[in-house]
């Protein structure tokens, strides 16, 4: 098999961070954040503030929550919202993640544009990148769509 081409100014990792996780590879260091002094950061991963919207009117202590959710954060996770699309929307993107990986790949993401599946675009060899896969598709305006990379599996993703 020919070895890759070089990278090239908006080149996508050969392999999604679900591929490497299921290979048991180590963590490219691409990946990883270090210190000014090139050592590692052991950064924590931090708890997203939840804020029960079916209690705000009647917890002082969920509105406390939220108020320190908007001055410490800038966001917050709702639950019990109400709104199923939501849900809907949250269960459909579970499923096309659940897909097998060549299911997928046919709605990367062109090397240089924004739409489609794949992880972050590099620009530099310096990068650190994020450690998602993600699916990223226009909604509105509604002319800009690009429907190429909008999943037609599942079916209920269009």
């Not at 050969?14 to 950061?41: A, C, F, H, M």
């Amino acid at each position: 098999m020919a070895e890759p081409a070089p990278l090239s100014k908006t080149h996508m990792p050969r392999k999604t961070v679900q591929e490497l996780v299921l290979s048991g590879e180590e963590i490219p260091g691409n990946y990883i954040q270090k210190d000014r002094n090139g050592v590692d950061l052991d950064v924590p991963l931090a708890e997203i503030p939840v804020v029960n919207l079916t209690s705000l009117s009647t917890s002082k202590e969920e509105l406390e929550k939220l108020q320190s959710a908007l001055s410490s954060w800038g966001y917050f996770q709702v639950i019990n919202h109400g709104i199923s699309f939501l849900d809907e929307v949250r269960e459909v993107t579970k499923q096309f993640f659940k897909l097998p990986e060549e299911e997928k790949r046919k709605y990367s993401r062109e090397a240089d544009g924004v739409d489609g599946y794949g992880n972050d675009k590099i620009i530099s060899e310096q990068q650190i990148l994020d450690w998602t896969d993600q699916l990223y598709i226009t909604i509105s305006p509604e002319d800009q769509r690009r429907l190429k990379f909008w999943p037609e599996n599942p079916k209920s993703f269009r």
